[in-house]
């Protein structure tokens, strides 16, 4: 649903092939109703012609009985949930196998995303899933006394949410019976990334008007600093190096005809 | 990614559906979210709460509600900001 007439959505359906419903809500009569009006009417929020109404970018998911069961909204209009993001929240079995991963004495990382390319204004996911030796554990955040373990993203331009950890488990051992929070096995973390880009970098992609290009593939470098230890021996604290890929495509700017547009509403 | 060929046909189809939503706004029916919401702000009615009524031209000039979208397993209805940016 958007604030468009159905003209524009009829022409945007026919120039993407979309076949499914496009609502219009040309008043934001549902949008109000909803709650869901960006307030921001500032020029840099709307083009030079936008009508006000405009509605926050976000997902419903509805069960038969009208329950809302899930939603996703990002705090900005610029921070949209990628399809895949949401369907890998849903379903995290939808994950591709990774393609690349990192090791070293005590650990080994798969590097998995949500999506391999995405356009300026949404937001991927990005997961380590972390398997570890049998005997081995490594501490969860909240631990006192020991390292945890912490993945972080180096991400230039490309701001993160906080990242996601698993529930940890109990674990007591050692002379002093000690009982901490730890991971064993297999686990997954994950961040979620803003593709966003910087000012100027941005304004480099604004220029391409109309179809998409082949975009950039840009490297997202982290680490994953953890200790890991036994019943019997605790390993001193490491860091291993990380890297996912990401294309990045520029924004499909493709106006409809203008004889159908909106014009703003004074 | 998400690797569509290994998922079961009406897992894809969701897939596919949700593919195309990325590229605009629609609604399209889906089998039923699992349990465990995730909510990332509070815009717009919360989770667990029903789903304002509504009614609303598509773009084939047909006149849409709340149920004539419903399908047997839910809904997926996303808002985006135009098709005309």
Redesign the interface.
């Known amino acids: 649903?958007?604030?468009?007439n159905?003209e524009?959505?009829?022409e945007?359906?026919h120039r993407?092939h979309?076949t499914?419903?496009?609502?219009?809500?040309p008043q934001s009569e549902?949008?109000g109703?909803?709650?869901?009006i960006?307030p921001d009417t500032s020029p840099a929020n709307l083009?030079e012609d936008?009508k006000t109404g405009?509605?926050?970018?976000?997902?419903?998911?509805?069960?038969?009985?009208?329950?809302?069961?899930?939603?996703?909204?990002?705090?900005k209009?610029y921070d949209r949930?990628?399809?895949?993001n949401?369907?890998?929240?849903?379903?995290p079995e939808?994950?591709?196998?990774s393609v690349t991963h990192a090791s070293d004495a005590h650990i080994r990382v798969d590097l998995?995303?949500?999506?391999?390319s995405a356009v300026i204004g949404s937001r991927v996911t990005f997961v380590a899933t972390v398997h570890l030796p049998q005997g081995v554990h490594v501490y969860a955040p909240g631990v006192k006394g020991y390292k945890p373990i912490q993945l972080t993203l180096q991400t230039e331009g490309l701001p993160m949410k906080d990242a996601l950890y698993p529930p940890s488990h109990p674990l007591t051992f050692g002379e002093l019976q000690e009982t901490v929070p730890v991971y064993t096995d297999t686990f997954e973390i994950r961040q979620d990334v803003l593709v966003l880009l910087d000012k100027g970098l941005r304004q480099e992609y604004m220029k391409f008007q109309g179809g998409r290009d082949s975009g950039t593939l840009v490297p997202v470098r982290g680490q994953l600093s953890y200790q890991a230890c036994t019943d019997k021996v605790c390993y001193p604290p490491a860091t291993l190096a990380l890297q996912w890929m990401l294309r990045i495509h520029q924004m499909?700017?493709e106006?409809?005809p203008e004889a159908i547009?909106?014009r703003r509403q004074q | 990614?998400?690797?569509l060929r290994?998922?079961r046909k009406p897992?894809r189809n969701?897939?596919l559906?949700?593919?195309?939503?990325?590229?605009?706004?629609?609604?399209?029916t889906?089998p039923?979210?699992?349990?465990g919401?995730?909510?990332?702000?509070e815009?717009?009615?919360?989770?667990?709460?029903?789903?304002?009524a509504?009614t609303?031209?598509?773009?084939?000039?047909?006149q849409?509600t709340?149920a004539s979208?419903?399908?047997?397993?839910?809904?997926?209805?996303?808002?985006?900001?135009?098709?005309?940016?």
Not at chain 1, 86 to 91: A, H
Not at chain 1, 112 to 116: C, H, M, P, T, V
Not at chain 2, 17 to 28: D, K, N, P, R, W
């Open positions: 649903m958007s604030y468009d159905p524009i959505l009829k945007f359906a993407f979309v499914y419903p496009l609502l219009a809500d549902v949008i109703r909803f709650g869901l960006d083009l936008s405009l509605a926050y970018p976000g997902f419903f998911f509805v069960a038969p009985d009208g329950t809302i069961k899930e939603k996703y909204f990002g705090e209009y949930f990628t399809a895949n949401v369907l890998v929240k849903l379903f939808l994950l591709e196998p998995k995303q949500s999506d391999g499909d700017n106006r409809s547009r909106d | 990614m998400i690797n290994s998922l897992l969701i897939a559906c949700m593919l195309f939503l990325a590229e605009s706004g629609a609604v399209t889906v039923g979210a699992q349990a919401a995730v909510t990332s702000t815009k717009g009615p919360p989770v667990g709460q029903k789903i304002p509504f609303a031209h598509d773009q084939f000039g047909k849409q709340l979208l419903t399908g047997s397993e839910g809904l997926v209805l996303l808002f985006v900001r135009s098709a005309d940016w």
